[in-house]
């Protein structure tokens, strides 16, 4: 049993998602192994160079929370989705197995079927009690998804934790940590919505996973064919590295309609009606970021941001591949040239040409690389990257009570490189209205200047020829 509040740990300031006071009891159950409903074959499954570079080597965590539905009156989220589980386990069954690692580092399941953990619990709390604005940081959340010691690691732990929660309600709420060098978020949500299917009585996924890591292992003879700047090797610079652990502000950031409208004055006419408004809020954010960061002017900085690959092969990908597909691609520039004004065409092209460079040939230049070099991590010194979760699908899952108030990513923080990694996730504010969370961490004296720089776009005309205060004083 534990009562927890909102932890103080972090500052949290104005125009943040909103605090709670909210305090209640979470009592959970002994966890459990949940094997596979049916016998399932013990082989050693290689993950693909893609799946397995260090990068991936993290545990995500994500979050749904999901309303009383009368018409499931007697009914038992958790025994529902216990055996939901264990019958998808049948077809998925590589997340009942074990990570381990062979020469060069090469990851590979071994499907033992020894199950996903498995997290009973109850809280006296409603959903309501929440708030409207549903997005994270949610209150508690080491309590909706509890940290089982030793079961974080990477290898020779379980894939998958999941922890449903009864409300006081009738509502509940799902969590599940899950090892990303499985899957990316398509993948994951196409083994959630199988869990779904199944517990709403189908008696197989609609769409069958498919596994073929093989289809994204290195070519033989290796060719790296294209420029990764995501890799770059760079010496750690004064700016480049938010090294502190404390005092640090957290802060998760709204943009509805009228804010993205306001940013739009600022991007060029010609650019205007192309963008979207996914790069629009980067190119803002990038250039208010580095600001606040006070980087001198020569420095290098780049923005990354995950790009969904799936539909980029020819032939494509078998359908139900569930592996990652994913690219970081990095636009670079230096500090002084990204805000030497305020108009964020330059910033706006530099993205959108970094997303366009990601297709079949990048990926498989990327899982080259990987083998050349040794998996290398992606370069920290100066990156700001992004991960946009607007279009997973995390809010389509259905386990028989509906589609989710809230379903995504449990952080708005990209936890396998928090201080340099937002999350974009789909929400909606106090009003109802929708749109777009982003999570920034900076220490407390740039989070000041990157609220200002930000309030000049959303508040502010755009004046031909402005020039930026960048640099105008050292933090």
């Known amino acids: ?16 998602a ?29 993950l693909s160079d893609i799946d397995d570079q260090e990068t991936l080597r993290c545990q995500i965590p994500v979050i749904q929370f999901y309303r009383h539905d009368p018409s499931m009156q007697g009914r038992d989220p958790v025994k529902v989705i216990r055996e939901a589980l264990a019958q998808t386990l049948v077809f998925y069954y590589p997340f009942a197995g074990r990570l381990r690692e062979g020469p060069g580092r090469k990851l590979v399941v071994e499907c033992t079927g020894e199950g996903a953990v498995f997290i009973e619990a109850d809280a006296d709390v409603t959903l309501e009690q929440f708030g409207d604005a549903l997005r994270p940081p949610f209150p508690c959340l080491e309590e909706l998804l509890f940290e089982l010691p030793g079961s974080g690691r990477i290898l020779h732990c379980p894939l998958l934790l999941i922890q449903v929660t009864r409300l006081k309600c009738g509502g509940f ?48 003879p290796t060719c790296l064919t294209c420029t990764h700047r995501e890799f770059d090797e760079v010496i750690e610079t004064k700016g480049g590295t938010i090294t502190p652990l404390e005092d640090m502000a957290i802060r998760s950031f709204f943009f509805g309609r009228t804010e993205v409208s306001a940013i739009r004055r600022f991007v060029p006419h010609h650019l205007s009606q192309s963008t979207t408004a996914f790069e629009v809020i980067i190119a803002c954010l990038w250039r208010c970021r580095t600001i606040a960061l006070q980087f001198d002017s ?60 990601v297709n079949e040939e990048y990926l498989r230049s990327v899982a080259d690389l990987m083998v050349i070099r040794g998996r290398p991590v992606l370069t920290v010194v100066g990156t700001f990257l992004v991960s946009d979760n607007t279009l997973a699908g995390y809010g389509k899952v259905d386990f028989g009570w509906g589609k989710p108030a809230y ?5 708005c923080l990209v936890c396998s490189i928090p201080r340099m990694g937002s999350f974009y996730i789909p ?49």
């Open 407 to 411: 379903g995504g990513p449990a952080e």
């Open 298 to 357: 020569n420095e290098e900085v780049r923005m990354m941001s995950v790009v969904n690959a799936h539909k980029k092969f020819n032939p494509p990908l078998p359908s139900g591949y569930y592996g990652n597909v994913i690219a970081y691609p990095a636009a670079v520039t230096t500090a002084g040239k990204l805000c030497e004004n305020t108009n964020l065409g330059y910033a706006l092209e530099l993205v959108r040409k970094a997303k366009k460079e």
């Open 18 to 46: 909103p605090t709670h006071s909210l305090v209640f009891t979470v009592r959970r159950g002994k966890p459990e192994l949940i094997a596979p409903a049916k016998p399932t074959p013990y082989e050693f499954k290689q």
């Open 173 to 220: 709420i799902f969590g599940l940590r899950f090892n990303h060098t499985m899957c990316d978020a398509a993948g994951l949500v196409q083994f959630m919505t199988a869990v779904g299917e199944l517990a709403r009585g189908a008696g197989a996924p609609s769409v069958l996973p498919v596994w073929q890591r093989h289809l994204l292992n290195a070519r033989d």
């Open 427 to 475: 929400c909606k504010n106090s009003k109802g209205e929708e749109g777009i969370a982003v999570g920034i961490c900076l220490p407390v004296p740039a989070m000041e200047i990157f609220v200002k720089e930000l309030d000049f776009f959303l508040k502010n005309m755009p004046e031909s020829g402005k020039k930026s205060t960048f640099n105008a004083s050292k933090l």
């Open 1 to 16: 049993m534990a009562q927890c509040a909102r932890s103080a740990k972090n500052h949290f300031l104005a125009m943040a």
